[in-house]
C-alpha cells in the first residue's frame, strides 16, 4: 500500500513537549486532525498510546544525538 504523506515541517526550537514543556522532537498528527508535541521522553513514554489514535509521527529524536544514527541513547 502506497501511503501519501504530506510535507511536514521541520519542529524547530518553539516547538515544546505538550506535557512538560521542553523542546520537542515529536509530532503526532491524530486522525481527528489535531496535533501533539512531545519531547523525545515523553514521545517514547507514550508510543503505545499514540499509534492507536495517531495517522502520522514524526520523529525527529534522530537528531538529538548528534551525527551518529546508532541506538546510543542515554539510558544511564
Ligand atoms: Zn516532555
Avoid: W
Wanted: glycine share 10%.
Amino acid at each position: 500500500m502506497t501511503t501519501v504523506l504530506t510535507p511536514a515541517s521541520p519542529l524547530t526550537a518553539a516547538d515544546r513537549c505538550d506535557r512538560c514543556g521542553a523542546q520537542a522532537y515529536l509530532r503526532v498528527v491524530l486522525a481527528s486532525g489535531g496535533e501533539l508535541l512531545f519531547c523525545a521522553h515523553h514521545g517514547r513514554k507514550f508510543e503505545p498510546e499514540l499509534k492507536k489514535i495517531a495517522v502520522e509521527i514524526q520523529d525527529e529524536s534522530g537528531r538529538l544525538g548528534g551525527t551518529s544514527a546508532t541506538a546510543n541513547d542515554d539510558e544511564r
